[in-house]
């Protein structure tokens, strides 16, 4: 039975997830080669999540799309009232609309985990939908393509931050890991974004 991700582990346990020594868990940690957490008694503790990104991520041969599908699954997209205040785009939507931008996010995080989740090149199909979806709750809620585009970049630079604090959190070194986790997201938003601009630009055609 796979483990709870969110888990902390102690120093041996998380040994035996990957399968060293102690002693080597406590020079990695040192090092700061391995992400590692400390209690406030000072003892060293474990996100079992790290633990099995950075374990990922340290092959050189290592299957990158794999190693950010599982960054994506640990992600959690943190989205403030406050900082979606500061957006002018969002003071002009009503309650209803303001529920759904905030849902956005998380559907932006499920559509990529979706499209990199498939087997070969991702799913532009995938992409397509979440774009005609930011288009269509724009227009519904009274949104220019301008404004559209805002709040649509605003939630991929929350993804984008996510990723980079998964990332940080669990001690990925690798740059070839780092190059193709920002190719991959932004290739997916940008298939999104081109999407959302059309879809408006096809209605406002069809409007005149």
């Given at each position: 039975m796979p483990g709870n991700s969110t888990e902390w582990l102690s120093l041996s346990a998380a040994a035996d997830v990957l399968g060293v020594h102690p002693g080597t868990v406590r020079s990695w940690s040192d090092r700061g080669i391995l992400p590692v957490h400390k209690t406030q008694g000072g003892h060293?503790?474990?996100?079992?999540?790290?633990?099995?990104?950075?374990?990922?991520?340290?092959?050189?041969?290592?299957?990158?799309?794999?190693?950010?599908?599982?960054?994506?699954?640990?992600?959690?997209?943190?989205?403030t009232e406050g900082r979606l205040n500061e957006e002018e785009w969002y003071k002009k939507l009503d309650a209803e609309a303001r529920q759904q931008y905030r849902e956005s996010g998380r559907a932006?995080?499920?559509?990529?985990i979706n499209a990199l989740s498939?087997?070969?090149?991702?799913?532009?199909?995938?992409?397509?939908?979440?774009?005609?979806?930011?288009?269509?709750?724009?227009?519904?809620?009274?949104?220019?393509?301008?404004d559209a585009t805002h709040a649509f970049l605003f939630f991929r630079k929350?993804?984008?931050?996510?990723?980079?604090?998964?990332?940080?959190?669990?001690?990925?070194?690798?740059?070839?890991?780092?190059?193709?986790?920002?190719?991959?997201?932004?290739?997916?938003?940008?298939?999104?974004?081109?999407?959302?601009?059309?879809?408006?630009?096809?209605?406002?055609?069809?409007?005149?």
């Open positions: 060293r503790r474990y996100l079992r999540s790290e633990l099995e990104l950075w374990q990922k991520s340290q092959n050189e041969t290592a299957d990158v799309a794999l190693v950010v599908q599982t960054a994506l699954r640990t992600t959690r997209m943190q989205i932006l995080l499920q559509g990529l498939a087997q070969g090149p991702w799913d532009k199909s995938e992409a397509e939908s979440l774009g005609y979806e930011y288009a269509t709750r724009g227009r519904r809620a009274g949104l220019n393509s301008l929350v993804l984008i931050e996510s990723m980079l604090s998964v990332f940080e959190s669990a001690a990925i070194r690798s740059p070839h890991a780092w190059g193709e986790m920002f190719r991959m997201v932004t290739d997916f938003t940008d298939h999104i974004l081109v999407t959302l601009l059309y879809s408006y630009d096809k209605h406002q055609r069809s409007v005149r």
